[in-house]
């Protein structure tokens, strides 16, 4: 248990490795989200230009 | 290697490179960071003046290294664009920015944290280190909503690099600043002798350079959303998303 105390700065040390994890996964979900969001727009654009073809 | 450089420029290339290349530079990137946390936290023995609390600075100094190095990124992709007119190195800039924002405000949060029990605050207004970072965090805000007011592609891409350019000045603020004036933070260590013992300093150059790979990843990713998004109206594209297999 003393790891997780970390002498007394437990939760200073700990919040910024859990605020890291989170920065980054938030960052990458956003990025993935981003990406299929302009596909999908680009898709749609375009099958319906080829369904009035 | 020029050849390969021309050919990498090329969006179609560059959008079927990107994503082989991503992972190869993201899982080596995650084992270091994975490795580095654990020394950092549970084998490195504590610092004798800050006990546990010094544990910060394994993610504290990459975040912050980053801020500065995603920042010239930008500016020097948004510069290559303006001179030579390559249409890739403005979606490096426009990548850029996001990765940049989200790692300075890491780096102020992180900072935050850590001097709130060693310095006995939060936060300091005019220290010169803390608003120089914060600076840095507007003009990337600034750089983005810039971006996103000007509808056309061309124009934002100019205009933006030149805000970038200009914002140059802070970055060489936020790193000279802790010698300029007097800080609460403390000065350069991570690459001065003697400043810090071999045993601490590993698994912290670890950490800068897996968050560099995993940096590195996350800039391709999003270089190869803003190929597509300004590609959108190419035949590659047009190719690509109606091909039978309809490629991501």
């Known amino acids: 248990m003393d790891f997780f105390a970390m002498g007394g700065y437990g939760a200073y040390v700990w919040s910024c490795y859990a605020l890291t994890f989170v920065i980054v996964v938030f960052s990458h979900w956003r990025a993935r989200l981003r990406h299929r969001r302009i596909y999908r727009e680009i898709e749609v654009r375009l099958k319906a230009l080829e369904d009035r073809e | ?248």
Not at chain 2, 127 to 137: A, G, Q, V, Y
């Open chain 2, 1 to 248: 290697m020029w050849k390969w450089f021309h050919q990498l420029a090329s969006p179609p290339h560059f959008y079927r490179i990107s994503a082989i290349l991503s992972p190869w530079l993201a899982v080596p990137g995650l084992v270091l960071i994975a490795y580095a946390t654990w020394q950092g936290l549970f084998v490195v023995p504590m610092d004798y003046q800050q006990g546990d609390a010094f544990r910060i600075i394994y993610v504290h100094v990459p975040a912050a290294y980053l801020s500065l190095m995603a920042y010239m990124i930008m500016a020097s992709a948004g510069a290559i664009g303006l001179i030579w007119r390559i249409k890739l190195s403005h979606a490096v800039a426009a990548a850029a920015a996001p990765i940049g924002a989200a790692f300075t405000f890491l780096a102020l949060a992180t900072g935050s944290i850590w001097g709130r029990p060693m310095w006995g605050t939060w936060w300091e207004w005019g220290d010169p280190r803390m608003m120089s970072e914060l600076i840095l965090l507007f003009l990337y805000f600034g750089y983005m909503a810039l971006r996103s007011a000007i509808d056309d592609t061309a124009k934002a891409d100019k205009a933006s690099a030149v805000l970038a350019l200009v914002g140059i000045v802070n970055v060489v603020i936020v790193h000279f600043s802790v010698e300029w004036w007097s800080s609460l933070h403390q000065g350069q260590t991570v690459f001065k002798r003697g400043t810090m013992d071999a045993d601490m300093r590993l698994p912290l150059l670890m950490m800068i350079i897996g968050f560099t790979l995993l940096f590195g990843s996350m800039l391709l990713r999003r270089i190869r959303t803003e190929v597509l998004y300004r590609e959108r109206r190419t035949r590659w594209v047009r190719e690509m998303v109606l091909s039978p297999e309809g490629a991501a």
